[in-house]
């Protein structure tokens, strides 16, 4: 099972509240909220705590199996997409979705960066979704 693998690839001790919050993520590729995780997992298992719940979920972005998307001003929202992608944030609805990983040309924001040695990055488009780009509200904007 790719969970698994992915536990052991981390070398992180896969309780089940860990692997019940990665399951989730993986299944939701929606970016959750800590807040919407605890809750998907809290219908599973009751007694789980919000507080163990966050912490699992901190342990998890610590080994690496969890990512915490950017969102500023709003409650930060985590995924469990391990391959590399780019993000599209609804500037409308909030949506913050996948976009398929496209490499930037090397020459790109060499002389910006300097001497810094970057080892990762990653876009955030902005704008408004399919759904929301196509619902178009008949008066104008307030
Ligand atoms: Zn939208
Ligand atoms: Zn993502």
């Known amino acids: 099972m790719e969970l698994d693998q992915a536990f052991r690839s981390a070398a992180l001790r896969p309780t089940a509240q860990r692997y019940a919050v990665l399951e989730f993520l993986a299944g939701h ?3 959750a909220t800590a807040e919407e995780i605890f809750r998907a997992v809290n219908r599973d298992d009751p007694r789980a705590s919000r507080a163990t719940v966050y912490n699992n979920l901190r342990s998890l972005a610590k080994a690496g199996l ?6 500023e001003g709003k409650a930060a929202r985590f995924d469990a997409n391990l391959r590399r992608h780019h993000h599209f944030i609804c500037e409308r609805c909030g ?20 001497g810094r040695d970057v080892s990762n990055y ?19 904007a307030k």
């Open 66 to 71: 969890v990512r915490e998307v950017m969102s």
């Open 29 to 31: 590729p929606v970016h």
């Open 122 to 140: 990653e876009i955030v488009f902005r704008g408004a979704c399919e759904g929301c780009r196509d619902a178009q509200p008949e008066q104008g």
């Open 95 to 114: 949506a913050v979705e996948d976009i398929s990983w496209f490499d930037l040309p090397p020459s790109a924001g060499r002389v910006a960066l300097g």
